[in-house]
């Protein structure tokens, strides 16, 4: 079935949700949410998206979009009078004497655009997508000046879910289309501030050099004004005609001929193809706006999904608690003489410090798994330990819901290990400080253990000396 379509505004909600409750965790007022969310259909994407309507705040976060377009309407129009201020300037800055070098000016005026166009065009060709470094560039900027516009509770992720949009195919189209309009405003600007000096003002228009013969600058300009010329823009040049605005010749009844010349320059080595390359990467962006869908593959979205499908039960605003799978028996330890592994996964954005400490423990540290790659090298490492893992020491926060999809992850990295599985849960303080019920949340961590046939408990009770080393010495021992 087709997703839905959706908005760059509903794609920024989605994925700012997201993002929040990957950090924080959900909270308890989502259930209404998540009964609006199975009303919504079928459709994930129309069921999250319901979701994050649906949640608290929702309102701000909208008013914070609408700012966030407002800015990107100011940058366009601001880029817009920049390059028609550089193009005044630039033109004002040529024709402040009377004598005017053809070559400077077209050198200036459309030399420098063309410079930039080609350089647009390798990166285009290079790296076989499309530019980049405007996104990122945009990305700072507002990640700068953002958190003191935006209001909602949702405004860091809303800059950060900004920031991934700026870097898909529809941000970088749009960027590339911010910089051909202040290109091509640049070139209007200088060509009408030209006319305006021509209309009022007598120029000398010739052309001389220094090091290059004749010849061969009568060559290069007349290669200038062949598409000039296909344009109809002035009337046909030959060598004769072109040799005679050499600096130092009469040229009468020419100037008025060099100056729709230079004037003809600036339209078609400047403002056309901008103009051409702003319609292209418009309606690229457009197109490319209408087919943005959510990465459903988000640790997130797949924590969420099995609480709102339409054929499943509520669950507690906690999460489910238990997999849907069944129970697997107790890991036994591996060998004595392997070694303890330490991975993280299910870590909050600001945990404490990788690789949280283990008083009386010493454990080889395999890292965090952040991603299905990640996940996927994890499972390769701790099978080609040798000699096998005693034990899977797992890292996680007490400020994540556990779910079917952790469960799932956790028997693949058991099953890689082969030893036992003994979760360990960080972040308490920080659940405190949010005011979520902690023995509630340690009870559900605990059965999902249990089902995947580990122990789980809190990482500075197990692994103090004191208080917890015999009881992880316990599970390190011998079968439950």
């Known amino acids: ?36 969310a199975i009303a919504a259909g079928p459709d994930s994407t129309a069921r999250l998206l319901a979701r994050a309507r649906a949640l608290p705040g929702a309102a701000k976060a909208g008013e914070d979009l609408a700012r966030l377009r407002r800015m990107l309407r100011y940058c366009l129009v601001s880029l817009v009078l920049l390059g028609a201020l550089g193009g005044l300037v630039a033109a004002r800055a040529i024709g402040s004497g009377r004598d005017i070098d053809f070559l400077l000016a077209s050198l200036t005026l459309a030399g420098l655009p063309g410079l930039m166009l080609a350089l647009w065009l390798f990166m285009l060709l290079a790296s076989r997508r499309i530019p980049g470094a405007g996104g990122r560039l945009a990305a700072v900027i507002t990640s700068r000046l953002g958190p003191r516009l935006l209001n909602s509770a949702l405004s860091a992720e809303l800059l950060r879910a900004g920031s991934a949009l700026l870097r898909k195919p529809a941000g970088r ?56 010329q296909a344009l109809g823009l002035m009337p046909a040049l030959g060598p004769d005609w072109i040799a005679a605005g050499r600096e130092g010749v009469a040229l009468d009844s020419m100037r008025a001929d060099w100056a729709r010349f230079l004037l003809g320059s600036v339209l078609v080595f400047t403002a056309a193809p901008r103009a051409v390359l702003l319609a292209v990467c418009a309606i690229l962006a457009r197109q490319a706006a209408a087919r943005l869908e959510l990465d459903l593959k988000q640790a997130g979205y797949l924590r969420l999904l099995p609480l709102i499908r339409p054929s499943s039960e509520h669950s507690s605003p906690l999460g489910p608690s238990v997999p849907a799978s069944p129970d697997h028996p107790w890991r ?18 600001g945990s ?44 996680c926060s007490l400020e994540r819901t556990p779910d079917s999809g ?8 058991a099953d890689a290990g082969g030893g036992a599985l003994i979760v360990l849960l960080v972040d308490r303080e920080r659940l405190v400080e949010r005011g979520a019920e ?37 599970w390190l021992a011998a079968p439950a």
């Not at 209007?188 to 001389?208: C, H």
């Not at 996940?375 to 000699?387: F, G, I």
């Not at 340690?442 to 208080?467: F, H």
Request: proline share 6%; charged share 20%; with cysteine.
């Open 406 to 413: 952790t469960a799932e992850r956790l028997q693949r990295l």
């Open 438 to 474: 902690i023995e509630a949340r340690l009870a559900d961590w605990t059965e999902l253990a249990r089902r995947c046939g580990g122990r789980a408990g809190l990482i500075d009770e197990l692994s103090n000396p004191a208080d917890g080393a015999g009881k992880l010495a316990q």
């Open 352 to 395: 404490d410090r990788w690789p949280p400490e283990l008083p009386g423990l010493s454990a080889q540290d395999l890292g965090l798994v952040k991603d299905r790659s990640s996940m996927q090298a994890m499972a390769a490492a701790l099978q080609s330990l040798t000699p096998r893992p005693r034990a899977l020491l797992v890292a």
């Open 332 to 349: 036994p330890p591996g060998p004595s003489a392997g070694p303890l592994v330490l991975v993280g996964i299910e870590l909050a954005d």
């Open 173 to 228: 189209w749009y960027m590339s289309s911010l910089s051909h309009a202040f290109w091509l405003a640049y070139g209007l600007g200088a060509w009408l501030t030209l006319v305006i000096l021509f209309s009022f003002a007598q120029y000398e228009i010739s052309w001389g050099t220094t090091l290059l013969s004749d010849a061969q600058m009568v060559a290069l300009i007349g290669t200038m004004a062949a598409p000039i």
């Open 1 to 36: 079935m087709k997703s839905i379509r959706l908005t760059a505004d509903d794609w920024l909600l989605t994925e700012a949700t997201r993002l929040h409750e990957e950090t924080a965790g959900r909270r308890k007022d989502d259930e209404a949410a998540n009964r609006v």
